[in-house]
């Protein structure tokens, strides 16, 4: 059986039938309350000279606050605060390049990413988008990134998207709402410190913790399972029923939370989401729905495919007295049912993974628009 290895080149492998992914993982991890407090020990040799800076990308939720007290500046560092009330776009990435690289006469030392699953995409792709030539939506896809990205790092300040550990960064473009996904695109260092989540408010703090359980329910219940996938499925499923149907403290629950999404993005690294994850992006793409939301709005509805997940959504759903919005889809044309219904059955790998070869037998636009319309 002829595969193709990492360089492209095919080699001769006999018996061998799969072409397997040979995946980046983030080299440095630090984890543990307050570790916020080494930021600046660990940028410090990553410095390339004073006239290099670290430029902080920070959710703007934090101005003001405490946390910003203590982002470790030094020379012309530059804090950049950014909403997350939208989900990132490609033209936002392309207007935050063109201001740093307006600003400073040299590339930056690295770009750290402060905040959800928003501000960490956006430093990804700033990172990249500062060595690689044209604009950002010309590399929404698999590898199409050429040029190795700058040194960029990422702090999580809510739990569940994995975007701290993924080699994705997921953004909305004139086109389609598609990640750049690369070898370059992932973290050279997370700092993972739980206290940074405490000011979550509660419904954010369920809708992004369910995007992490309802990574586990699609890899574990998709055909491209595989014994590395499973073991890193199965940890922070376990982990997310502690932490939504225990008995935790919130510290204990804010930390095994953090580690559930590190393993439920470890998960689908090697796996794939699915139902849930191709219909919400059709949401997202014409709604504007953000990401956590827009899973638990359709996933809801997927009894057929996922009968034990959503029963265990329901409950934990219940447990923490969340009420899901109504009617979202109540005034929508025909119109816009085929644009998301279009964007979703667009997410091949996602509908192979979760229904097989032969998906298309199982799902199609009708189906689509039946499960659309309980929205
Ligand atoms: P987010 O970054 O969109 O933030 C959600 C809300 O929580 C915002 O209002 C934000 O200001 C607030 N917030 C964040 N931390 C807070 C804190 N400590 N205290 C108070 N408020 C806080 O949330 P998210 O759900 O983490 O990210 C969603 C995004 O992640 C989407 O754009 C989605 O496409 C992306 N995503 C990426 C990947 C990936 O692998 N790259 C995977 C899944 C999702
Ligand atoms: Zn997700």
């Not at 790092?153 to 909305?172: C, F, M």
């Not at 586990?216 to 055909?223: P, Y």
């Amino acid at each position: 059986m002829n595969v193709k290895s990492n360089n492209n080149i095919t080699i001769n492998y006999p018996g061998l039938m799969t072409n397997y992914k040979n995946f980046p993982m983030v080299p440095r991890v630090i984890f543990g309350q307050g570790c916020f407090g080494q930021l600046g020990e660990i940028l410090m040799p990553k410095r390339i000279h004073s006239e290099a800076p670290f430029i902080f990308l920070v959710d703007d939720v934090f101005e003001g606050s405490e946390l910003v007290s203590r982002i470790p500046l030094i020379f012309n560092d530059q804090i950049i605060f950014i909403s997350a009330d939208e989900e990132p776009k490609t033209d936002q990435v392309d207007v935050l390049v063109n201001k740093i690289k307006n600003d400073f006469a040299e590339l930056p030392s690295g770009i750290i990413g402060i905040g959800g699953g928003t501000l960490l995409d956006l430093a990804k792709a700033v990172a990249i988008m500062l060595t690689n030539r044209g604009n950002a939506y010309e590399y929404q896809g698999w590898d199409l990134v050429k040029k190795p990205s700058i040194y960029h790092v990422g702090i999580p300040t809510i739990s569940g998207t994995g975007a701290e550990v993924s080699r994705t960064t997921v953004l909305l473009g004139p086109e389609k709402k598609l990640g750049i996904n690369s070898d370059y695109t992932t973290f050279d260092q997370v700092l993972m410190d739980p206290d940074l989540t405490q000011g979550v408010p509660k419904e954010q703090w369920f809708y992004t913790g369910m995007d992490c359980f309802i990574h586990c329910i699609e890899s574990l219940n998709g055909t491209f399972l595989n014994a590395f996938s499973q073991s890193y499925g199965e940890k922070s499923l376990e982990l997310c029923k502690e932490v939504y149907l225990g008995d935790l403290t919130e510290e204990d629950a804010r930390d095994k939370l953090m580690m559930a999404s590190w393993h439920g993005g470890m998960s689908i690294a090697y796996s794939q989401v699915g139902v849930a994850h191709a219909m919400s992006y059709g949401l997202s793409y014409l709604l504007g729905v953000r990401h956590g939301i827009g899973n638990c709005l359709v996933f809801q509805h997927l009894e057929e495919f996922y009968p034990e997940g959503v029963e265990l959504f329901n409950e934990m759903k219940e447990k923490h007295n969340i009420q899901l919005p109504k009617g979202i889809c109540n005034e929508l044309t025909n119109n816009d049912f085929d644009i998301m219904i279009n964007v979703a059955l667009s997410l091949v790998p996602l509908w192979e993974n979760a229904l097989g070869s032969e998906w298309r037998n199982i799902i199609n636009p009708e189906k689509l628009k039946s499960i659309y319309q309980k929205i």
